[in-house]
């Protein structure tokens, strides 16, 4: 199914998908369509380690492909990231015509040109579940709880409306981190935005907790290495009895002060971590404990272990944000030691393309 073709990356030139290029590449694939429309000023850097055969505006790509499906010669799969990924935007057109409309686009050409799409959905679209979830949950009875869930949302009602899911699949991702998210502002990471705080000022501002079950600091998060993810994915896009909705996340929740822990220590400094007040716009909405079941992941083959909280943390520190270096500027300065442990776990996975 996929062994020959381009591999079309929409969102390839932003945070998670730059980071599949990246590891398309690791894997020795480099034909590759990236189709984005970059509107950060520094995103460019994500592409600049990367190797693929051709860059298309994401509209170009679509207007092209309704003229003619066959504009950009075989395709041997459609990954499609490319969205806006903003929680807090407000303009529902804008968001359905990105992350709606243009997703249709997508699956109608995957469709017509007999290829495998696998798209990106979120954890946003659970809404308010909290707990560990499952993808058994009725798509119908999801109710989320800001305008970029439903825009994801929508699509997967459709999706699976169209009998889409019954071929493609929908990836869920959960609290994403690592190399390439600089770019993204206010959506950036914790971690991220952690070690900036640290080199700043030394203290790492958190929401200080407004349930009495819950101390400050111990809301609960599923986080994953952007690394493990775009392994995750590129193992349901290589394995053709994968179809339908499949979470992606780390199986485990941790607190937000686990999470800033691992940063003080990745950057050899004394935790020092200040509480405050969440802002009342925020409070009916925010979520406590939110966790990924990946059971339907493993059943689908993929046997990799995840790498650790404090390891990953540890690599991105120190690897990529205090040398300012994004993936494919790896070089030769890293210790080979504190490498992510993804990276020769999967190594094996696209063997058959």
Known sequence: MLDDGRIVVTGGAGFIGSA???????????????????????????????HFEDYVDADDLASRVAADINAFGRIGAVIHLGACSSTTETDLRYLLGNNFEYSKRMAFWSEAVGTRLVYASSAATYGGIEGRVSEDVPLHSLRPLNAYGLSKHLFDLWALRHGILNRAVGVKYFNVFGPNEAHKGDMRSMVNRAWEQI??????????????????????????????????????????????????????AHTWLDLVTAVFAACSRPRHIEFIDMPESIRGQYQYHTCASIERLRASGYTQPVTPLESAVAEYVR?????????????????PNEHSTVDSEVAGIFQAW
Do not use: C
Not at 229 to 248: E, F
């Open 20 to 50: 599949l290029v990246w590891a398309l590449n690791r894997r020795g694939v480099d034909r590759i369509l990236i189709a984005d429309h970059p509107q950060s000023p520094g995103q460019w850097r994500n592409l600049t380690g990367l």
């Open 319 to 335: 690897g990529y944000l205090m040398p300012g270096r994004f993936l494919g500027e790896e070089g030769q300065a890293l210790d």
């Open 199 to 252: 080199r700043d000022t030394g203290t790492v501002r958190l929401f200080r907790s407004h349930r009495p079950e819950y101390r400050d600091g111990e809301q609960l998060r599923d986080f994953l290495y952007v690394k493990d993810a775009v392994a995750m994915t590129l193992h349901l896009a290589a394995t053709p009895s994968a179809r339908g909705i499949y979470n992606l996340g780390s199986g485990q």
